[in-house]
């Protein structure tokens, strides 16, 4: 089956760095993907890692170690927008399903 | 600006009523999906498909039935909605590179 493990809460203060840790289990797996939902919002687009490394996107950078099943979203100089959910998914080129974790609360606080 | 469309915010429905949640996208993407999204569960599959006509099922689809009759259009149909079908439901659709996901804005469903 599919599974993918983030933990449910983080919390940080602002300007700090934060990693949000994602594992998962595939089959076929094509890439690995980051989204963002604030609250009574629905998700957007972060990052996609199809490759072994970091992509970096202004404050925010994804890595992902294939080998590993494993991938992580660092976020830096953290500001208070950034509180919301974070959630990591996968697509599996088996069954053609995009697949999400269920979620990571970041708290950022002043 | 790409956009998913879903046709209502919120929507309250009787138990034993047939519910349809319709969404549309604009962007000619070939993969399309339906979540619900539930307080500690994340996002869970209930059906999506990939062309016109084909649909699959996701993780959860019992009581949820799917309708792609045209590319731009994905209908998920709920045939005798149940209290435990009271959710937050977001549609998404992903081109062929499969790399982002655009979501619709959700429809909260309360079934009283």
């Known amino acids: 089956g599919q599974s993918l493990e983030q933990p449910s809460e983080v919390t940080a203060v602002e300007g700090a760095i934060v990693q949000i840790n994602c594992t998962y289990q595939?089959?076929?797996?094509?890439?690995l993907s980051w989204y963002q939902q604030h609250d009574g919002g629905a998700p957007t687009f972060l990052s996609y890692?199809?490759?072994?490394g970091l992509e970096e996107t202004g404050r925010f950078s994804s890595f992902l170690s294939r080998s590993d099943s494993y991938g992580y979203l660092l976020l830096q100089e953290l500001q208070m927008k950034d509180s919301a959910s974070y959630f990591c998914?996968?697509?599996?080129?088996?069954?053609?399903?995009?697949?999400f974790g269920t979620g990571t609360l970041l708290a950022v606080q002043p | 600006d790409v956009k998913v469309t879903q046709s209502s915010r919120y929507l309250v429905k009787r138990t034993g009523e047939k519910v349809f949640l319709e969404c549309v996208q604009d962007m000619d993407h070939e993969n399309m999906f339906w979540y619900r999204q539930d307080p500690g569960l994340g996002l869970r599959l209930i059906y999506f498909?990939?062309?016109?006509?084909?649909?699959e099922k996701g993780d959860i689809p019992e009581g949820y039935s799917v309708s792609r009759e045209k590319k731009e259009r994905f209908s998920l149909i709920l045939e005798s909605a149940s209290t435990n079908q009271t959710s937050m439901y977001l549609c998404?659709?992903?081109?062929?590179?499969?790399?982002?996901?655009?979501f619709g804005q959700g429809t909260r469903l309360t079934v009283v």
């Open positions: 498909s990939y062309d016109v006509k084909m649909k």
């Open positions: 998914a996968v697509w599996s080129g088996a069954t053609n399903k995009l697949i």
């Open positions: 890692n199809a490759l072994d």
């Open positions: 998404a659709s992903v081109g062929q590179l499969n790399t982002e996901a655009f």
């Open positions: 595939t089959s076929g797996f094509y890439g």
